[in-house]
């Protein structure tokens, strides 16, 4: 039976969101039974990008700060390790270790701030396309990762949470190659199991105090939910998360994969703590569904392929031809034209929305195209 536990905190201050993640490891059996006097622990957060806490793009460092502090009691030497979207450099992670707020939590507890750029190759037995990679040295080489995820939406993969957030265990720019390997949103949600499994997190929580709806993971609203959602199971964890923003998991391509993978069995998972129904939001926008939902309700994806792909679209009065689109495009669908207005040549565009997760600007739109409209028009 994979335990999950809901612990509610109203807001970010530092000694709630202690108490919280204290009542978490006191019913999952105790930080005690994780954490060895010793062990060098890997605290693994979401940090997509250089962006300020407030944002609710990046896990919130009061809950890194919490989580570290009862780790450390208990004996574990902590190093954060994170590899943010763009390129995986020292000047790249000192930024995004500053604006996110983890530069200070490193001060005020003593834990680590990882530089170390090296990967190390990683055989996954339990892969079933991604049987072979190259991860961070630092994961590879902790006795224990705690994975502390952020609840947002996702433009490609509907929802991100435990199970998405080891995606950054892939070093920078490589990740990329995946979308180009995968374009396929299938394959590329079952190389995100893949991935995950190849690090394996033992203990897995996701920061739902203030989460993200909308145009998630990067350019969407705070939403506030007020809980933390923990398990040693990160897919029994993410199930949980759905189930709190009242999404199917069956409409998320790495839950439903999952399923059939044997990886969740939802009939093996008790939820303690918090009510789901005392928490759950009113309402939580997650656009993606809307593509996906549509393209099961018409079975036309196999008649139609890409063209019911939802695609990016730039919003040239709000760009500011900085190039990290560009920087980050997989197949390099990205480039300025004669008169430096950023360009998409759709022909190569495999709509991963990487572009979209980056912009610092909100400056790239996802877009329905038309045979979706038209098709929601017949609906009408
Ligand atoms: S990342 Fe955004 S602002 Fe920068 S060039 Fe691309 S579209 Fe423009
Ligand atoms: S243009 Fe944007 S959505 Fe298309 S492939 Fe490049 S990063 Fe992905």
Redo the contacts with the bound molecule.
Sequence with gaps: MSKVVINTSENYRYDRVLDCVNEIFKQLGGIESIVKPGMRVAIKPNLLTSKKPDAAATTHPAVVKAVITLVQQAGGIVTIVESPGGPFTTSMLKMVYANTGMEEVANETGAELNFDLRVEKVINEDAKFVKSLSILKPLKDADLIINIAKLKTHGMMVYTGAVKNMFGSIAGLEKANF?LRFSDYDQFAHSLIDIFLASKPQLNIIDGIIAMEGDGPGSGVPKYIGALIASEDAFACDYTALKVINVDYKKVPVMRLAEERGLLNIDDIEIMGANIEDISPESFEVPALKHIRESFRFSLLRVFGDNLRP??KILHEKCITCGK?MQ????K??SPDESKRMI?DYK?????????EFCPEHA?KIKKRFISRFLEYKKK
């Design positions: 979308h695609r990016p689109c980050v495009c997989p197949p669908a990205i998409i190569k565009c495999i709509s991963c929305f990487c572009c979209h790239i």
